[in-house]
């Protein structure tokens, strides 16, 4: 088993960055592409970025490219979302993911383990 939990999420103004976090514990992290979604109100989940084992690979939504990027420091399992010039339409719960397949996917059935999501607001 995977425990994944989020941090970082809260209030930002339309304009302003964060970084949400992902820190995993359990059995081994590397092996695992992670990937990040987002639920905005009344929406389904959405798939945002996925990120392979070794970091090497990554896989963006057309939506978030070019303000999201995806990292990970498997030394300290943790994956990593940054978002810059947020816009209310970012607001959503984030919910990272992990897939035991390695390779990156879009596909939320390839993940494997699923964290409690971080809410992301933004004001305008």
């Known amino acids: 088993q995977v425990q994944l939990v989020e941090s970082g999420g809260g209030l930002v103004q339309a304009g302003g960055s964060l970084r949400l976090s992902c820190a995993a514990s359990g059995r081994t992290f590397s092996p695992y592409a992670m990937g990040w979604f987002r639920q905005a109100p009344g929406k389904e989940r959405e798939f945002v970025v996925s990120i392979s084992w070794r970091g090497d690979i990554t896989y963006y939504a057309d939506s978030v490219k070019g303000r999201y990027t995806i990292s990970r420091d498997n030394a300290k399992n943790t994956v990593y979302l940054q978002i810059n010039s947020l816009k209310p339409e970012d607001t959503a719960v984030y919910y990272c993911?992990?897939?035991?397949?390695?390779?990156?996917?879009?596909?939320?059935?390839?993940?494997?383990?699923w964290g409690q999501g971080a809410q992301v607001t933004v004001s305008s």
């Open positions: 993911a992990a897939s035991t397949r390695m390779a990156v996917t879009s596909q939320a059935g390839d993940y494997d383990y």
